[in-house]
Structures are given as C-alpha cells and as structure tokens.
C-alpha cells in the first residue's frame, strides 16, 4: 500500500487510501453472513403440566437444633433437642431416644412434599468433640431402621452445622 503526499499550505497531507479497507470490511461482513448457522434453541420444549392444587402445601418446615457436647477428653457428654432437657443413658440410648424424638416431631411419612424433606436440623457440635459422635448423630437424624417392619425410613436430609459452634460452652 502506497501513501500519496500532497502538499497544501506548505504542510503534507497525507491520504489513506480507503476502497481497499472498505473492500476488506465487506468481505468479512459476506464470510459471516455465508457462514452463520441458525440453530434450534436447546431445551424449549412445550410441556403440559398439571394446574396447581388449590391452597397451601399441607407440610410445614419444621426447623431443628441438636446440640452435642463434649466431655474433657472429648466424648460425648450430652445430646439435646431444641434446648430441652438432654437425654440420659448411654451413647447409643441418647441416640436411640434422639431419633424417637425426630420421630415425634416430623413423623415417618415417605413421599415427596413430607414434612421430613421439608425439615431441616442445625447441629451445634463441640470443637473438641470427637468425629464418631457427629458421624453418629447425623447417621440417627437421617434414617432409621423400623422396628416393626425392618424397613428404612427417612428422617431428615436437610443439615447444617451451627456456624460458630463448638464453643465448649
């Protein structure tokens, strides 16, 4: 590409030179135009669903708080529900009255919308704490086997841990 030089006033004018920029531009605009693909949109689908059930859910989101606290060499010392009185006995009876208790509260119903996906359980663990405790209580809080059928029944999938907890206190 040559630049010409003109001289006006005394001062050189320098010209670019525009047809071949402007050729150049047309034939990038003509490459994409020949090569654009009009594409179906992905996942539009026309659906049919049911129309909705007249008033509210009949479940209720039940919010719970499972405290676990350490002894000083870091066993479990106690297990309690919604700050009430923690249960006695053993670790497996504090356990096994833990999950009577989460029976009582959501219930056993299976199926979707049951109170038990909607419920959700904070646990407050101690730092100190050892790991088999919390392992423990999550295993009693998720399930259990029934004692009457021997079938598994859910219990509560939503946990999460206290933020902050483990304070010792």
Known sequence: MKLRKNEVH???KVEVPMTPMIDIVFQLLVFFIM???IVAMEGDFNINMPQAAQGSP????IALT???RAGPSGNLQSVSLNNLPPFEGSVQEKF???QDAIVEQVGVNDGPST???ESEIEIDADYQLHYNYVIQAITAVTGRIDPKTGEVQKLIEKIKFAPGSGSGS
Not at 58 to 61: A, D, N, P, V
């Open 10 to 12: 005394g001062r050189e």
């Open 35 to 37: 090569t654009f693909k």
């Open 58 to 61: 009949s479940t209720t989101q």
């Open 66 to 68: 499972l405290s676990l």
């Open 96 to 98: 096994r009255k833990l």
């Open 115 to 117: 109170t038990q996906e």
